[in-house]
């Protein structure tokens, strides 16, 4: 049985395989068949060629996903977080809600569910961690280290 899912990379050297055949004189259909891929699936792979050779091979799509609706507040809350951090302040999603809904009005009439989905969305693209609320770890490691000794 033939794959259903091909990651790009994968895509990319079917394609190469394709062109060799093709320059064998094997017809496209007959080249997809020896493969066992569908003749539509090449024709779509080679139409996105130049896109799909910008993208990591081991992504499946050449999508990038849906745009954040608070694209324009990025820099602001990161910003914001980052200096929260330097000055030893804890950091919560609901803190973060807040702020974004402080310079955004139409964030702030969006349901708590989606505003939480939001800020992680934000948080997980920009590989910003937040730790559980509990006060250990809230507490500085120096501090801690600093207790043990």
Request: hydrophobic residues 35%.
């Amino acid at each position: 049985m033939a794959r259903k899912r091909y990651n790009i990379g994968q895509k990319l050297k079917l394609l190469d395989e394709i062109a060799k055949l093709r320059q064998q004189g094997y017809s496209l259909r007959k080249a997809a068949a020896s493969l066992r891929v569908q003749p539509t699936q090449i024709r779509k792979w080679t139409h996105n060629r130049p896109v799909m050779q910008q993208c990591p091979r081991k992504k499946k799509s050449i999508c990038k996903g849906k745009v954040s609706a608070i694209k324009h507040l990025e820099q602001l809350l990161i910003g914001w977080c980052l200096d929260q951090r330097a000055e030893d302040i804890p950091i919560t999603y609901a803190l973060l809600q807040v702020k974004a809904g402080q310079r955004h009005e139409e964030f702030r009439q969006r349901p708590e569910k989606s505003q939480y989905q939001m800020i992680r969305a934000l948080c997980r693209a920009n590989e910003i961690v937040l730790r559980c609320v509990t006060h250990q770890s809230q507490r500085r490691p120096q501090d801690v280290a600093d207790e043990a000794l």
